[in-house]
């Protein structure tokens, strides 16, 4: 599945699971989010999705959970980030499912962070990843946590 052109799930409840969609347009703060990464994939089974780092603008980064254990890969630039004349060189899906999430001042750049368990708190849950969001002005500067994991180089 690729994380640029994923349709991800909206919001569901059954008897027993409960699906919670997170959405914002503001960045990440990078040191909150490594703080809050146990916590958010402990409370739920499976998490997904797509976000930005305030320290990374220009990456458009992939999140995948599953019983605890979470994955954040590097799965290449924001459309935004790139040249217009670069666009042509995207895929239409790519293209397609930027324009979907389009924003003026962010282009597609956008947290879509999906949550799925039993009993989820959606509340907390929504809390937690809000606490995450720099606060109006603010800049986290250049302390990144999840640099060794991003900015690993591939031995060749």
Do not use: N, Y
Request: glycine residues 6%; negative net charge.
């Amino acid at each position: 599945m690729d994380p640029r052109t994923a349709r991800l799930p909206a919001d569901a409840r059954t008897e027993q699971i409960v699906t919670t969609v997170w959405h914002s347009r503001r960045p990440l703060h990078p040191g909150r989010l490594f703080e809050a990464v146990d916590e958010l994939v402990t409370e739920s089974v499976r998490s997904r999705g797509r976000f930005w780092l305030a320290t990374r603008p220009g990456q458009l980064l992939a999140w995948d959970a599953v019983a605890g254990i979470v994955s954040v890969e590097d799965a290449g630039p924001w459309l935004a980030a790139l040249p217009e004349a670069a666009w042509d060189l995207v895929s239409p899906a790519r293209r397609a499912a930027a324009a979907l999430d389009w924003d003026p001042e962010h282009g597609d750049r956008v947290q879509h962070l999906v949550f799925t368990g039993p009993d989820l708190d959606v509340i907390r849950l929504h809390g937690l990843l809000d606490s995450c969001l720099p606060a109006e002005g603010e800049h986290p500067g250049h302390d990144d946590p999840f640099a060794p994991i991003l900015d690993l180089k591939e031995i060749a």
